[in-house]
């Protein structure tokens, strides 16, 4: 069983930062890429930012400059830095994580978090 555990959301004024994060936990034997998505109320899951296990990062155009992903692959942990914060930013943010449980390839799967809600005043 693997576990994706999502923390640092709230609400913050806009200019203002925050950082979550999201350990995995469970039967692990490989993590791949992990990333952040979003969602805001009526609208689609999307991609905020991605990292692979070798540092390779990836980030939607709207949060170029401002959201910085990060990793740390001895703790199963993904982070995302958020500065500049903008009221169009609100949304739940989602962790997601490509691991396998076992050295079997079949045994890969993607995970998610259950959410966290990030609010950003004007």
């Known amino acids: 069983q693997v576990q994706l555990v999502e923390s640092g959301g709230g609400l913050v004024q806009a200019g203002g930062s925050l950082r979550l994060s999201c350990a995995a936990s469970?039967?692990?034997?490989?993590?791949?890429?992990m990333g952040w998505y979003r969602q805001a109320p009526g609208k689609q899951r999307d991609l905020v930012a991605t990292?692979?296990?070798?540092?390779?990062?990836n980030y939607a155009n709207s949060v170029k400059g401002r959201f910085t992903i990060s990793r740390d692959n001895a703790k199963n942990t993904v982070y995302l830095q958020m500065n500049r914060l903008k009221p169009e930013d609100t949304a739940v943010y989602y962790c997601?994580?490509?691991?396998?449980?076992?050295?079997?390839?079949?045994?890969?799967?993607?995970?998610w978090g259950q959410g966290t809600q990030v609010t950003v005043s004007s």
């Open positions: 997601n994580a490509d691991i396998r449980t076992s050295s079997s390839f079949w045994s890969q799967r993607y995970y």
């Open positions: 990292v692979t296990q070798d540092g390779s990062t």
């Open positions: 469970g039967s692990i034997f490989r993590i791949d890429t």
